[in-house]
């Protein structure tokens, strides 16, 4: 079976624009909700350091140096 050449060409050229686009998308989507994240996390850690839904939401979704501590039981806030 013999496969067009020029068809080949347009199906490679379309997948490396895909490519493209995904990557770019991806890189996107993580700046975009990296900037969020923090500003949230900024608001959470407002509340006072013995409310657990505070640490709670800390150690699964903060960014922070005291989130690493809390997930790592290192942190006053959490005793």
């Not at 990296?34 to 407002?46: G, N």
Request: no cysteine.
């Amino acid at each position: 079976m013999s496969v067009d050449k020029k068809l080949l060409d347009d199906i490679n050229s379309e997948n490396r624009v895909n490519e493209v686009i995904a990557r770019d998308e991806e890189k996107r989507n993580t700046t975009e909700k990296a900037i969020p994240l923090a500003e949230t996390e900024d608001l959470i850690r407002q509340l006072p350091k013995d409310h657990n839904g505070r640490n709670n939401w800390l150690s699964q979704f903060g960014i922070s140096d005291e989130a690493e501590e809390i997930r790592h039981g290192r942190n006053e806030s959490t005793s």
